[in-house]
């Protein structure tokens, strides 16, 4: 059996993204796989958030993972402070990265244009911690988006240099996993390549969005003013626009406004109203039981803490094994 290793950072609501991304992955590999699914908090730490926003999101994840279908008799889920083991690994692991190869990081160097005034040092060895998340479990696959490509591949670097360093064939080497094998992105509703919490709150639909919210923002979605001769390329944001439908809607559906455009007949408006409905369908009942889970503040509890007890469990094996590699022996 595989084992599945993956997390998503607690900085606000899940989006489809998150969920096309990541989020159905994790939901379809707990049926066959051994998996440990985790709400990256430390991770987190790199934004400053203030503590209550910080324990409320990472609340909101938890719900929002059970919400939408992860089943905690079937995937461990828990929180990664709570198995503060994954520290140490990332620690032993950082003494063979090198501070070069994570200066060339693409998402690194995008913080460091983005934030020059909190370029902080959790920045740079983000994807040492991510590393440790995931060989921590030795993990074979890892659903992410495409965005994480990079920070899987470094993973694979390091895993190999310990296993080169130490003559051992200790780590696997674990691969970016996606069921309908391409990783995707999901685009934004503002024209943006990339639905993102992080770049922009408008360009999102949350899996915690009541249906009126979600059609207020489909209709306000950036769009264009019509082709006006057939086979003219679609616009980005109006390209988005059809990636979405593709994501949420029946491919009739999908066909039909492709036609529309196609012979220049399209009405933006019609799209987005049909848009907006096949959204509500999807995220209504994941809504729904969002709604429902915020009141069972004794169940989270329980999922979390059972969770944090078999992840450590599996932790504390590899980080006993890696200290013995390494020669950190007991006198
Ligand atoms: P954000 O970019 O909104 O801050 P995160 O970085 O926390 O989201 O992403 C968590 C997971 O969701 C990662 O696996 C990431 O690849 C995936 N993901 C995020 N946004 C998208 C998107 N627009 N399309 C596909 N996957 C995404
Ligand atoms: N870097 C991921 C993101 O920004 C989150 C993450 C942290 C992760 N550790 C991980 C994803 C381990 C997969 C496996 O979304």
Not at 69 to 74: C, F, R, T, V
Request: aromatic share 10%; proline share 5%; charged share 25%.
């Amino acid at each position: 059996m595989d084992r599945v290793n993956s997390g998503i950072r607690p900085t606000g609501f899940l989006h489809l993204g998150n969920y096309f991304g990541a989020l159905r992955n994790f939901i379809k590999m707990q049926e066959e796989n051994e998996c440990f699914f985790f709400i990256a908090d430390y991770h987190s730490l790199t934004t400053h958030p203030t503590p209550l926003d910080l324990q409320s999101n990472v609340r909101n994840i938890l719900i929002e993972y059970i919400a939408a279908g992860l089943d905690p008799e079937k995937a461990t889920i828990y929180v990664q402070s709570d198995v503060p083991q994954v520290c140490e690994l990332s620690l032993l692991l950082s003494m063979n990265v090198y501070v070069g190869e994570l200066q060339r990081v693409a998402s690194f160097k995008e913080k460091v244009r983005r934030q020059p005034d909190n370029v902080n040092a959790g920045l740079l060895t983000y994807p040492v911690l991510m590393a440790a998340d995931i060989l921590l479990h030795r993990a074979d696959k890892v659903p992410v988006g495409k965005d994480q490509e990079q920070h899987l591949e470094m993973t694979r670097d390091f895993a190999q240099r310990f296993n080169r360093i130490y003559k051992h064939e200790y780590f696997k080497l674990p691969v970016a996993y996606n069921f309908g094998s391409e990783l995707v992105k999901i685009p934004g509703l503002d024209g943006s390549t990339k639905m993102s919490k992080s770049d922009n709150e408008n360009s999102c639909i949350y899996l915690a969005d009541a249906p009126d919210v979600i059609r207020k923002k489909v209709m306000k979605a950036v769009s264009d003013s019509g082709p006006t001769e057939p086979g003219q390329p679609k616009t980005q944001a109006v390209e988005n626009l059809f990636q979405l439908m593709k994501a949420v809607s029946s491919p009739d559906t999908l066909q039909y406004f492709e036609e529309q455009y196609q012979n220049c007949a399209i009405r933006y408006g019609d799209m987005k109203k049909q848009l907006a409905a096949d959204m509500t369908a999807f995220v209504q009942p994941v809504y729904e039981r969002i709604l429902e889970l915020r009141e069972k503040d004794d169940y989270i509890r329980k999922v979390a803490r059972e969770g944090a007890e078999r992840a450590r469990e599996s932790a504390a094996k590899t980080i006993k094994e890696v200290r013995e590699i390494i020669g950190i022996k007991p006198f």
